[in-house]
T-cell receptor, first 112, second 114 residues
Framework: DTAVSQTPKYLVTQMGNDKSIKCEQN?????MYWYKQDSKKFLKIMFS???????INETVPNRFSPKSPDKAHLNLHINSLELGDSAVYFC???????????FGPGTRLLVL | SQQGEEDPQALSIQEGENATMNCSYK?????LQWYRQNSGRGLVHLIL?????REKHSGRLRVTLDTSKKSSSLLITASRAADTASYFC??????????????FGTGTRLTIIP
């Protein structure tokens, strides 16, 4: 009955690799987001999608490519991983943009 | 730069006491939200207050909003050990409909001492 789920929960990989994180929500929400939380707990929005359409792209390197196959899924693909990509990545969804957001459990990415 | 700044950065109180956290922001907003994050978990939405509201309650939570001072406070009454978490304010300051996004503050780390 998980509302917003992410896989994997942990991801340890070498610099230069390509990896994907998947997100699914079963809340029927139209809007989904990706956030990055750094080691100081600062949370910053990366992307938002509304009904499969990209709405916000917050000057994220183009190595990060979100993909929304349908409005219940928003996946994040990262090419050529760098050390600075190490962080916790959160997926979230909301019924309307600007409304209350529901967060997934996070994916802890460590790039070695 | 960040929209929201919480104060204090860290707060430790005895169980049963009240905890107050403050949030200041820089631009006019549509709404302000408070979230809780337990260690190693995702954020949980607590309460949303719109720019035309001044106070809102939810259980043991009380949120105030002063748009003239660009500040908000979160009061947790009769604190419990389970309230130990980080608390974040987030603002929606979007000017364009359909382009809304939340900008999160730096968070207050609250520790309740049993």
């Amino acid at each position: 009955d998980t509302a917003v789920s992410q896989t994997p929960k942990y991801l340890v990989t070498q610099m230069g690799n390509d990896k994907s994180i998947k997100c699914e929500q079963n809340l029927g929400h139209d809007t989904m987001y990706w956030y990055k939380q750094d080691s100081k707990k600062f949370l910053k929005i990366m992307f938002s999608y509304n009904n499969k359409e990209l709405i916000i792209n917050e000057t994220v390197p183009n190595r990060f490519s979100p993909k929304s196959p349908d409005k219940a899924h928003l996946n994040l693909h990262i090419n050529s991983l760098e050390l600075g990509d190490s962080a916790v990545y959160f997926c979230a969804s909301s019924h309307i943009a600007g409304g209350a957001q529901y967060f997934g459990p996070g994916t802890r990415l460590l790039v070695l | 730069s960040q929209q929201g700044e919480e104060d204090p950065q860290a707060l430790s109180i005895q169980e049963g006491e009240n905890a107050t956290m403050n949030c200041s922001y820089k631009t006019s907003i549509n709404n302000l939200q408070w979230y809780r994050q337990n260690s190693g978990r995702g954020l949980v939405h607590l309460i949303l207050i719109r720019s035309n509201e001044r106070e809102k309650h939810s259980g043991r939570l009380r949120v105030t909003l002063d748009t003239s001072k660009k500040s908000s406070s979160l009061l947790i009454t009769a604190s419990r050990a389970a309230d130990t978490a980080s608390y974040f304010c987030a603002t929606d300051a979007s000017k364009k409909f359909g382009n809304e996004k939340l900008t999160f503050g730096t968070g207050t780390r609250l520790t309740i001492i049993p």
